[in-house]
């Protein structure tokens, strides 16, 4: 213990040193993160060990502000000497023709933070996630249907220095864990999945308070009662949006819509949008980072602003955007906790966290019972963002049909469309309970960052494209 405070110690001087540097070469605004990332991947395939990966990386990114624009320093070392040598190439990097008088607004705190975890996954052994992940597998040997199974487990620990010209001085830890059973079934002629599991910022208790072999059984069982599942109608529908699919609208469609970076550039269909009405008035839509131990939940963003809750639409009125420090600025904004990169090695963006809408004051049976005809989902496979023209497409795992307020038939995979504003606009029942749902969120090329999105049950009108 001893040992790692020494260090955190050094790591933080050098860190000082180089925003330093980067002030007297002229940065208006500096700052400077060390980052360690440490990944561990287990999964097995038919009672078999497919993947075993344990690895980590971590270096420094340096940022000065000059005149309206960033420079990037980075090193894959935490040698004073290369980081001192990175926090000179940020200025380089930065200078050129002045583009603004932009001043950013940083925060100056300092506080360090471990993760709040019960059971921290690096004091777990690796025999033990071995054998999650395999009885995963095995539980979902319930019938010779289950053509194939898959067993998953990861995790990522994430820690974090970070100080800048402001005067912030940070440390701070960040635990994921996920596990997942998949099954496939085939029947000779159709083939379905199914796929369940927990995912949290939590430690190592997300794995030992689940019930593994229920997971693992559950999977088996719905992947074998889709294989009856019928073709889906089509048309514009009455659909009742699970808490995944009313995610990703809320995540795709007016999400990314919402991202400061976005509406700066004029590439948003909501650009200028704050004040006008966008749904009904049942929907309040949050981006809220501080969700205790939702996956995409941080203490700071990667630009050391406090992670908080913005709230983008209000009761069906456009309210606001999410920011970094820059977008912040431009639009006469507070910074919201938004600004986030991938890795030390990547670029900070306006990105989301844990995005999802807020309840309402339905039971999801009597939601059901009121509805005449209709659809409800159950899970998504993927959707797709459009933030320049506003419309939302997702594939549903699978759903049933409502006919006079009763679950008839399951449904095959299907489609959903339509404009976000439209869809939102046509919501009349939400569910008292939220759920959010964790995963990957890429922007940019190659850029992923850990989020969750969710919402209730949600009632509206969707243009639907019935099954495969």
Same mark, same amino acid.
């Given at each position: 213990m001893m040992q790692e405070l020494v260090k955190a110690e050094q790591s933080q001087d050098v860190l000082y040193k180089a925003v !330093?540097?980067?002030?007297?070469? &002229?940065?208006?605004?500096a700052d400077a993160k060390s980052q360690t990332i440490r990944n561990v991947g287990v999964s097995s395939m038919n009672g078999e /060990? *497919?993947?075993?990966?344990?690895? $980590? +990386? &971590?270096?420094?990114?340096?940022?000065?502000?000059? &005149?309206? *624009?960033w420079g990037y320093g980075t090193v894959a070392s935490f040698d004073k000497d290369a980081v001192l040598k990175a926090a000179e190439d940020a200025v380089k990097n930065a200078s050129g023709e002045r583009k603004s008088? /932009?001043? /950013?607004?940083?925060?100056?705190?300092?506080?360090?933070?471990?993760?709040?975890?019960?059971?921290?996954?690096?004091?777990?052994?690796? +025999? !033990?996630?071995?054998d999650v992940v395999l009885d995963l597998d095995r539980a979902q040997t319930i019938d010779e249907r289950i053509a194939n199974r898959v067993g998953a487990y990861s995790e990522e620990i994430k820690e974090n220095l970070l100080v800048n010209s402001a005067g912030s001085d940070l440390g701070w !830890?960040?635990?994921?864990?996920?596990?997942?059973?998949? +099954?496939?079934?085939?029947?000779?002629?159709?083939?379905?999945?199914? #796929?369940?599991?927990?995912?949290?910022?939590?430690? #190592?208790?997300?794995?030992?308070?689940?019930?593994? !072999?229920?997971i693992g059984r559950t999977a088996a069982e719905e992947a074998?009662?889709?294989? @009856?599942?019928?073709?889906?109608? $089509?048309?514009?529908?009455?659909?009742?949006s699970d808490p995944m699919v009313s995610g990703l609208l809320a995540h795709e469609a007016m999400g990314h819509a919402s991202e400061g970076d976005e509406i700066t550039k004029k590439r948003s269909f909501l650009t200028g949008a704050?004040?006008?009405?966008? =749904?009904s008035e049942i929907i309040t839509m949050y981006d809220n980072g501080t969700v205790p131990g939702a996956h995409g939940s941080i203490p700071f963003d990667d630009e050391g602003t406090p992670s908080s809750c913005t709230k983008i639409i209000d009761k069906g009125v456009y309210n606001g955007y999410m920011h970094s420090l820059e977008t912040a600025s431009q639009l006469g904004c507070k910074p919201t906790g938004n600004g986030r990169a991938e890795s030390f090695g990547k670029r900070t963006w306006v990105r989301m966290t844990n995005t999802y809408f807020g309840p309402g004051d339905w039971d999801k049976d009597d939601?059901? =019972?009121?509805?005449k005809h209709g659809i409800l989902c159950d899970k998504m496979v993927n959707g797709m963002e459009d933030p320049v023209g506003g419309c939302f497409e997702a594939k549903c795992l699978r759903g049933f049909l409502i006919e006079n307020g009763e679950i008839t038939d399951m449904?095959? $995979?299907?489609?959903?469309?339509?404009? +976000?504003?439209?869809? /939102?606009?046509? @919501?009349?029942?939400l569910t008292k309970e939220v759920i959010l749902d964790g995963g990957m969120c890429g922007k940019g090329i190659e850029d992923w960052v850990r989020v969750s999105s969710g919402g209730p049950y949600m009632r509206a009108r969707m243009i639907v494209g019935g099954g495969q």
């Open positions: !330093e540097r980067m002030q007297d070469m &002229g940065a208006e605004f /060990l *497919r993947q075993l990966v344990q690895k $980590s +990386s &971590g270096g420094v990114c340096m940022r000065a502000w000059i &005149g309206g *624009r008088d /932009l001043v /950013l607004e940083p925060s100056a705190i300092r506080k360090h933070m471990p993760a709040q975890v019960k059971i921290h996954p690096d004091k777990v052994d690796m +025999s !033990e996630k071995i !830890e960040e635990v994921r864990t996920l596990c997942r059973a998949m +099954s496939v079934a085939f029947d000779g002629s159709v083939m379905e999945r199914y #796929y369940d599991g927990p995912d949290s910022t939590l430690g #190592y208790e997300v794995v030992k308070d689940a019930d593994i !072999e229920k074998i009662k889709t294989l @009856a599942a019928k073709r889906a109608p $089509s048309g514009n529908l009455t659909v009742i704050v004040g006008r009405k966008v =749904a939601l059901v =019972a009121d509805t449904l095959q $995979s299907f489609t959903l469309t339509g404009r +976000s504003v439209e869809i /939102l606009s046509s @919501a009349d029942a």
